[in-house]
C-alpha cells in the first residue's frame, strides 16, 4: 500500500505499545485523546493575546488538538483549523441521519470528516429532524440499546485504533479532534453568548479581554481523514458483476475484504452496510510514450478499500434477534470464500498474543475514559464482547472457514474483570446468523 495513504499510519513500526509508560512522557498510543491539562491559569495565561487563546494555540487550552505520535494528522487538523479562521467553514453532509461534516483546508479542498459528538444521530444537537421524529414518536426504539448512547465519536476512533493495531490499514485514519464553527449546530444560548463577548471585546476591550473565549465553543468529535476518488461499494461491487475484475485485481479485492471482516467482527460493527464501505478502483493506462509508439501499457489495476463510518460499534452485549443488525456483506459472494493464508498470517499471531490483547484494550481504556459519561461497568462489557469475537475470529481463521461460517458461529462473551477467562456460551444465536 501507497505509504502515504492515510489509511496507513506514518510510524506504524515505530510505536511502542507499551502501556505502563510514564505519564510524563505523554501519550504514545495511537488514535488516544491527547489533551493537555488545563491547569489553574497562571499570569503567563493571561498575559497571552486573547485571540490566540481562543484558537487553541496555548498549550494549557485543554482543546487543543495534539497528537505528538502523528505529526502528520497533526498538520492536516491544523489546515483544517486554519482555513476556519479564514472563514472556509466544514460544509454539513447532506445524506446521513446526523450531524457529519466534510472539513476543508484553505483552498477549500475537502480534507476530513468530521461528526461532533453533540450532534451525533441520539445526540442532542442532531439536526436531522428524522432522529427528532423518532424520539418523539417511538422513544422505545430511539438509540440501540446494545450501544453506548452518544459516543460515537469514541467507536469511530476505536475503529482506527484497532486498524492500526491490527495493521490491516482500511479505515482512514480517525481521532478525537476538537473543532469550532458558524456551520456546526449550535444552541441558541451559545450563539448568544458568543455574540455577546464579541460585541463587548470590540465595545470596552477591558472588559471583553477577561472572557476566557470568545467565539463559540469547540465540540469535541472524530475527525476522520478524507481519503480522494473512493465511492460506494455498493457502485463497484454492481459494475464489477456487469464486468468482472482481472484475476489478479479479484484477488486483491478479496484480500482487502478479508480485513473489512475481520475488523467489524472484531468491534461487533453493527451499521455495516455496502454504503459503509468504499472502493478505490484504477485501471487507468499509461500512455507514457504514446506518441511515439502504438503501444500503450496496460497497468495492473490497483483496488483499495476504505472503511468508514464506524461509529456503531463496540456494543456492551450482542444485539437482539429482533434488531439483529447483520453485516450486510455476508450476502456478497466475497463472504463465501474461506480466509486466505495472508490474512491468518497478518491477524493470528496477534490475536493469539495475551500481551498484544492487552495492549490492544489498554489502549481502547485511555481513549474510552475520555467522555464524561465513561462508565467502567459498560466499558468491561464492551471488552467482554470483543474477547468473545475474537475468540471465535481466531477459531474461525484456524480452520479457514468463510465469513459466512464465521458469522453464524455462536456468539460468545468473554469477561475478565471478575472471573478470568471465563467463557460464556450464549444461547441465542440468531443475531448473527447469516442467510444459506
Ligand atoms: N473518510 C472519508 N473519505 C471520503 N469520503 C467519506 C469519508 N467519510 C465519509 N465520506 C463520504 O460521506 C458520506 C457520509 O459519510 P458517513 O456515512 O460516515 O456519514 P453519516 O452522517 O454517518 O451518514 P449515515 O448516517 O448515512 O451513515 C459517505 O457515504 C461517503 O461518501
Ligand atoms: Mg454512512
Known amino acids: ?8 499510519s506514518p510510524l506504524q513500526d515505530s510505536i511502542d505499545y507499551n502501556y505502563c509508560q510514564s505519564e510524563a512522557s505523554g501519550p504514545r498510543t495511537p488514535g488516544s485523546v491527547v489533551r493537555v491539562s488545563a491547569g489553574s491559569p497562571g499570569r503567563s495565561r493571561e498575559r497571552q493575546p486573547l485571540l490566540d487563546r481562543d484558537r487553541g494555540n496555548s498549550p494549557r487550552d485543554p482543546h487543543r488538538n495534539e497528537f505528538p505520535d502523528d505529526p502528520e494528522f497533526r498538520e492536516i487538523v491544523r489546515k483544517a483549523e486554519q482555513a476556519i479562521e479564514e472563514e472556509i467553514f466544514p460544509e454539513r453532509i447532506c445524506q446521513g441521519s446526523s450531524g457529519s461534516y466534510f472539513v476543508k483546508d484553505s483552498q477549500g479542498k475537502v480534507i476530513g470528516v468530521f461528526k461532533p459528538k453533540t450532534e451525533e444521530p441520539y445526540g442532542q444537537l442532531n439536526p436531522k429532524w428524522t432522529k427528532w421524529l423518532q424520539k418523539l414518536c417511538c422513544p422505545c426504539c430511539f438509540g440501540r440499546d446494545c450501544l453506548v448512547l452518544n459516543q460515537g ?7 482506527s485504533l484497532v486498524d492500526q493495531k491490527l495493521e490491516l490499514n482500511i479505515v482512514p485514519r480517525t481521532k478525537v479532534v476538537y473543532l469550532a464553527s458558524d456551520t456546526f449546530n449550535y444552541n441558541a444560548i451559545d450563539r448568544v453568548k458568543s455574540r455577546g463577548k464579541r460585541l463587548a471585546l470590540e465595545k470596552v476591550p477591558k472588559v471583553g479581554q477577561r472572557f476566557h473565549r470568545i467565539g463559540l465553543p469547540p465540540k469535541v468529535g472524530s475527525f476522520q481523514l478524507f481519503v480522494e476518488d473512493y465511492k460506494d461499494a455498493d457502485y463497484w461491487l454492481r459494475r464489477f458483476e456487469a464486468e468482472p475484475l482481472p484475476e489478479n485485481t479479484n484477488r486483491q479485492l478479496q ?3 478479508e480485513r473489512l471482516v475481520v475488523l467489524d467482527y ?3 460493527n453493527t451499521d455495516r452496510g455496502n454504503d459503509n464501505w468504499l472502493l478505490k478502483y484504477d485501471c487507468s493506462m499509461d500512455t507514457e510514450g504514446k506518441r511515439d509508439t502504438d503501444w500503450v501499457v496496460v ?8 472503511a468508514i463510518d464506524n461509529g456503531l460499534a463496540f456494543p456492551i452485549k450482542h444485539p437482539d434477534s429482533w434488531r439483529a443488525y447483520p453485516f450486510y456483506w455476508v450476502w ?18 496477534k490475536l ?3 500481551n498484544f490483547i492487552k495492549d490492544l484494550e489498554e489502549d481502547l481504556y485511555e481513549l474510552f475514559k475520555k467522555d464524561p459519561g465513561f462508565d467502567r461497568g459498560q466499558f468491561h462489557k464492551q471488552i467482554a464482547v470483543m474477547r468473545g469475537q475474537i475468540l471465535n475470529l481466531s477459531q474461525a481463521l484456524k480452520e479457514s472457514k468463510t465469513p459466512l461460517h464465521l458469522v453464524q458461529m455462536p456468539p460468545v462473551i468473554v469477561e475478565t474483570a471478575r472471573a478470568p477467562q471465563r467463557a460464556n456460551k450464549e444461547p441465542d444465536c440468531s443475531s448473527l446468523v447469516g442467510p444459506d
Open 153 to 159: 465519536y469514541l467507536s469511530e476512533a476505536g475503529a
Open 352 to 354: 493469539a498474543d495475551p
Open 1 to 8: 500500500m501507497d505509504e502515504t495513504s492515510p489509511l496507513v
Open 255 to 257: 484480500l482487502q475484504f
Open 266 to 268: 472484531i468491534i461487533r
Open 332 to 349: 456478497l459472494s466475497q463472504a463465501k470464500v474461506p480466509f486466505s493464508q495472508e490474512i491468518r498470517d497478518l491477524v493470528l499471531p
Open 299 to 306: 497497468k495492473e489495476p490497483i483496488i483499495r478499500l476504505a
